[in-house]
């Protein structure tokens, strides 16, 4: 078994090519980010449902429900991209928070609060690491 070196990187990965297969539900290794991640692109409506298992193996993993169009089956998250890559990091400070497609979409953040999503990081006045942008 291979390590990944970026774990943020392979959860959109397996996102995007578990929509781009029209799959019902991908399955990720889960971490304390990955569930935050989780967390808010359900709150934000991008996914129908998640479910954490830990008695899978030591570390647990994540069931993801996509969401998809009713009639023209089309995926709810058009995009998901990464951002800050562990080769390039990149910060945001709370005067220069990303718009993610004027507003429509969402710039997921990790800041000292925790991961959070670029409207909340506003309303907390705090930057941070911007992880991804899903729209």
Partial sequence: MSKITDPIADFLTRVRNAQSAKQRV????ASNIKKE?????????????????DDVNY???IK???KYHP??????????KRISKPGLRQYCDSDNIPRVLNGLGVAIISTSRGVIS????????????VLCYVY
Avoid: C, H, W
């Fill in 26 to 29: 991908v399955d990720i290794p």
């Fill in 64 to 66: 993801i429900a996509l």
């Fill in 118 to 129: 670029d409207k909340e990081a506003r309303d907390l006045n705090i930057g941070g690491e």
């Fill in 71 to 80: 009639e023209t089956k089309q995926p709810a998250i058009k995009s998901i």
């Fill in 37 to 53: 991640m989780t967390k808010i692109l359900k709150d934000k409506g991008y996914i129908l449902n998640y479910k954490f298992e």
């Fill in 59 to 61: 570390q647990g993993s």
